[in-house]
């Protein structure tokens, strides 16, 4: 009961004591006054930056692409149609002229982000493997339990899945960095 009573009155009196002080508040005169003897003894100008001293702004990273034909739900005549262009057209970015820093950090991310997708997902059906085991141990009913089971398997089926498709993405991460190191492909274009 002492500790509250003390640490209030200790916390009025930090604000008496604040209060007690005068506030010095200029006026914009001053100020003004101040500013005008302070631009006097400057002697050289400061520079000044524009747009045209800092050039060209660079390339944005990611490219917006536009939605193609089947994304959209359009008729399906017209997606093989429009399809073909583009195909030709993707065709001499494989080739060595077009793989340039955003070509090879684009598919690292894209590889990286798959993996981590798949990973996320393997920890989630491991978490769920482990719900279904403890509520299969705790239930006594054989007909709750076999569908319980059922559930279990199915998803120790898909967990053995994403264990290969983990293992697929990290050799399709190898084979990029190894086919980057083929290139002669900077380091640094793989982060």
Do not use: H
Not at 70 to 81: D, E, I, L, T, V
Not at 83 to 100: F, N, Q
Request: aromatic share 4%.
């Amino acid at each position: 009961m002492r500790v509250p009573a003390l640490f209030a009155a200790v916390a009025v009196a930090a604000c008496a004591a604040g209060a007690a002080r005068p506030a010095r508040a200029q006026s914009l005169g001053d100020i003004a006054k101040q500013e005008e003897a302070r631009r006097e003894k400057v002697k050289t100008p400061a520079k000044v930056y524009t747009n045209k001293d800092l050039g060209a702004a660079p390339a944005p990273l990611i490219e917006s692409k536009p939605a193609d034909a089947s994304a959209s739900g359009g008729a399906a005549p017209a997606a093989p149609n429009t399809a073909a262009p583009p195909a030709a057209d993707t065709k001499p970015k494989d080739s060595g002229d077009a793989k340039d820093q955003k070509y090879w950090s684009g598919r690292k991310k894209e590889l990286d982000a798959k993996l981590e997708r798949d990973k996320v997902l393997a920890d989630a059906m491991q978490s769920r493997i482990n719900g279904l085991t403890a509520d299969f141990a705790a239930r006594s009913d054989p007909a709750q339990r076999s569908v319980i089971e059922r559930d279990r398997q199915r998803a120790l089926s898909e967990l053995d899945g994403l264990n290969k498709s983990i293992k697929d993405d990290q050799k399709a991460l190898s084979d990029l960095s190894e086919e980057a190191r083929k290139a002669s492909v900077p380091p640094g274009w793989l982060r």
